[in-house]
């Protein structure tokens, strides 16, 4: 039978740590497992390095425990997140073996920013009761998780995720057509094609592309989406904009030959130091402390 307080996560890297203490922190036990021993070895230490950080109450941590054995970690859980690489082969075997051992009424989620839950689910049974729940990186900082059910999906077990994770803090939302990168990534990315596909064109340079995009309309995404901007400027002026602009947009329907150049020039971000562009060891840190002061400060006005 099912525990209401007993949540089982697949994996103990990034996200799956992440969300464990996002459950944990609201008191649920939370067995995670992961076959690699250094991951599970490292798990509860990961977490209260986080919480510290946060200035949580380390005591969370204790709430998460690694297995080894999944059926062990799965054994009377309410719901499951799996939280492995995104390989689709990788992700449908784990749903098979979720499958086999969960018990009949645990709720089986993927977490996957991009891949379709349909195709992650399709040699499933008991269909009924997965879905996909796209969290952001960082859990326990980023609001937003995508929930997305599948055509075999049964209602209820939409209705159970969506109450579970409005209970831990979280603002699920329901997206109702299972199209590859959801709605968040889909929207992220349209950007970044355009971004690239500026700075290849010679338009500007990737400083400029951040900082425009951070002193103009960046300002005020945290309060104006862009369906409220378009019913603040007024439709019939959006429609104007669009039929100037829309036609001179790249469309590249693969990754844009800017990033190609750099990647085949060893130029691959913040783990060479250099990317689209030049970082010393102090901007580095100086984008992953400022980003996490940032998060925090939504997370507790929130």
């Given at each position: 039978?099912?525990?209401?307080?007993?949540?089982?996560?697949?994996?103990?890297?990034?996200?799956?740590?992440?969300?464990?203490?996002?459950?944990a922190?609201?008191?649920?036990d939370?067995?995670?497992?992961?076959?690699?021993?250094?991951?599970?070895?490292?798990?509860?230490?990961?977490?209260?390095?986080?919480?510290?950080?946060?200035?949580?109450?380390?005591?969370?941590?204790d709430?998460?425990?690694a297995?080894?054995?999944?059926?062990?970690a799965l054994?009377?859980?309410?719901?499951?997140?799996?939280?492995?690489?995104?390989?689709?082969?990788?992700?449908?075997?784990?749903?098979?073996?979720?499958?086999?051992?969960?018990?009949?009424q645990?709720?089986?989620?993927?977490?996957?920013?991009?891949?379709?839950?349909t195709k992650?689910?399709?040699?499933?049974k008991?269909?009924?009761?997965?879905?996909?729940?796209?969290w952001?990186n960082?859990?326990y900082?980023?609001p937003?998780?995508?929930?997305?059910?599948?055509?075999?999906?049964?209602?209820?077990?939409?209705?159970?995720?969506?109450?579970?994770?409005?209970y831990?803090?979280?603002?699920?939302?329901?997206v109702k057509k299972?199209?590859?990168?959801?709605v968040?990534?889909?929207?992220q990315?349209?950007?970044?094609?355009?971004?690239?596909?500026l700075?290849?064109?010679?338009?500007?340079?990737?400083?400029t592309?951040?900082i425009?995009v951070?002193?103009?309309?960046?300002?005020?995404l945290?309060?104006?989406?862009?369906?409220e901007?378009?019913?603040?400027?007024?439709?019939?002026?959006?429609?104007?904009?669009?039929?100037?602009?829309?036609p001179?947009?790249?469309?590249?329907e693969?990754?844009?030959p800017?990033?190609d150049?750099?990647?085949?020039?060893?130029?691959?971000?913040?783990?060479?130091?250099q990317?689209f562009?030049?970082?010393t060891?102090?901007?580095?840190q100086?984008?992953?402390?400022?980003?996490?002061?940032?998060?925090q400060?939504?997370?507790?006005?929130?």
């Open positions: 039978m099912a525990d209401q307080r007993k949540i089982a996560i697949v994996g103990a890297g990034l996200m799956g740590a992440g969300i464990a203490q996002v459950f922190a609201h008191e649920f939370v067995a995670v497992f992961d076959p690699m021993e250094k991951a599970r070895a490292s798990l509860q230490d990961r977490i209260r390095a986080n919480l510290e950080v946060l200035g949580d109450d380390d005591v969370i941590a709430r998460v425990h297995e080894a054995d999944l059926k062990a054994k009377n859980a309410f719901a499951c997140f799996e939280a492995a690489p995104e390989k689709l082969e990788l992700k449908q075997a784990i749903f098979a073996e979720l499958e086999a051992v969960a018990d009949p645990t709720l089986l989620a993927s977490n996957t920013s991009v891949i379709e839950i992650i689910t399709a040699r499933i008991s269909a009924s009761r997965t879905l996909g729940t796209h952001w960082p859990p900082l980023v937003l998780v995508e929930v997305i059910p599948t055509q075999r999906t049964a209602p209820e077990s939409l209705d159970k995720m969506m109450a579970l994770l409005s831990v803090g979280k603002k699920p939302v329901h299972d199209v590859p990168g959801f968040g990534n889909r929207l990315h349209a950007m970044w094609r355009e971004a690239h596909a700075i290849a064109d010679g338009v500007c340079d990737a400083e592309v951040d425009v951070k002193n103009s309309f960046g300002v005020r945290p309060v104006l989406g862009p369906i901007n378009a019913d603040l400027i007024g439709l019939e002026l959006t429609r104007d904009i669009h039929a100037s602009i829309l001179r947009l790249h469309s590249l693969g990754p844009s800017v990033l150049a750099n990647i085949a020039a060893g130029r691959l971000g913040f783990e060479t130091g990317g562009r030049d970082w060891e102090a901007q580095m100086d984008v992953r402390e400022t980003l996490l002061q940032h998060l400060s939504v997370a507790r006005n929130t």
